[in-house]
């Protein structure tokens, strides 16, 4: 017998991405959002991007279809939905949160305290399972509307 | 007439009881008979002269060293013709032989060597446990082991099972991993019954090194296996689920890794193995300390070749 030799890298990441793609599903953006391509950008982590754009892209959600972009830092950034925000690069949201909430994009982080830097949803550790965070209020800023079972879901709503 | 009718009947029961002495007499003997066939490697010879002298002769039949040349005999036999057979009739023979020479042994002239023979006969049925130990006979290997643990008892037989009941154990859990790694769907319990074999391995020696690392891999895998095969469609809800499932998997892998690793401290793959699994239960600092160690001891035993990464 071996191990799954880089099993549980592959099987963190694909955690995440399925959340990321679970926050897609239950979450309501505003209706001039709601029109074109869905798009999803992935920032500073690149391995996230290319198992959610093989696994997600092209597929279609509420009739949007969705596709994904990688930036390497904020200044590459487009207009998306949602942005996942790599630790590495976090600490710059601050600085990017009110244009991201004028994008209407839904921030996603990983790392702790950023749901005070303008993150809608942040990655947690909890019980030694990745679990997530929500800002409701950040959610109403922008104004995104989150879905039932993802307020259920969350280890806390601030 | 009457009297001549008498007298003759006299003479035909007298002949008749001669004959019987004679005959009788001649069986007597067929032991030795029996021992010279055996020496001559007339096996087939051997066993027809003991059988006829253990039926025919009362004396024979309760002499102890009859019945241990007859365990002799058949064993040879069993060997020659049976040996690969799980249930040879021959070997049963042999045994009941052993055991009733044994038996009728008042004077322990027997006993001792008996024993070796039945403690020989029992070797032998391990060695066909052994030769069923594959991915399509371990039923049979199970059975034939059962067997075996009847034939210790029968034949009050004393031996320090607990290193071969461990091996067999042990054995057996790399069989079943490896047939539900061959089918993960069609042989998903084969994983429980994996995981009850290390257990009960572990049960006769806690510390066992294979045991704990083996059953460290599969709860560590099986952690891993959770997520991998999860749907990326799955719902939160299903997703916590499976996320529950494999932390407990993770967490269950955990001390059966340390124990391993305790005795074999710079075994690599036990490291990387730790790192992977902290990784997984998300414990950065924990699952680091084990890629370091990992990756200072890959350097020391080959060189500077990269080593792999768990990805943390």
New interface residues.
Partial sequence: MAWSQGGAAEANLKIKSMFVYNFVKNVDWPSNKKDGDFKIGILADKKLYQLMNSTYAGKEINGQKLVFEFYEGFSAMSKCHILYVAPDVSKDLSKNSSKLRANKTLVVTDSGGLLYDGSVINFIINNNKLAFEISKTNADLVPLTIGPALLKMAASVI | MNSLKYILTLIIGFSSLCGFAQNSNKYCIYDQVALEKYGDKDLDGARTYIDSAILMCDDLRVDPYVHHIKGFIYYELYKRDQVNDSYSSLRDTAFSAFLESNKLDSENEFTVKNNKSLRNIATRIQMNVANLLDTTNYREAIKVNNLYKETLKKGNIEVDNKPYDISFYISLG?LF??LY?NDKVANATMIDSAIHYYEKSLELDSLNFVGNL?LG??Y??L???I??S?D??????T??EN??R??NF??LSLPYLKIAHQQQPKNT?IL??LA??Y?????KDKSDFYQNLYNELTKEQEGNQVP?????
Avoid: A, R, T
């Fill in positions: 790399g991993v490896d790694e083996q891999y599969v560590h895998n952690s891993i296996d997520i991998l999860m990326p469609e799955d719902d939160i809800m997703m916590y996320q529950e494999s932390s993770g967490l793959k990387y193995g992977g699994i990784f997984m239960l998300q414990e792999p990464k768990n990805g943390n």
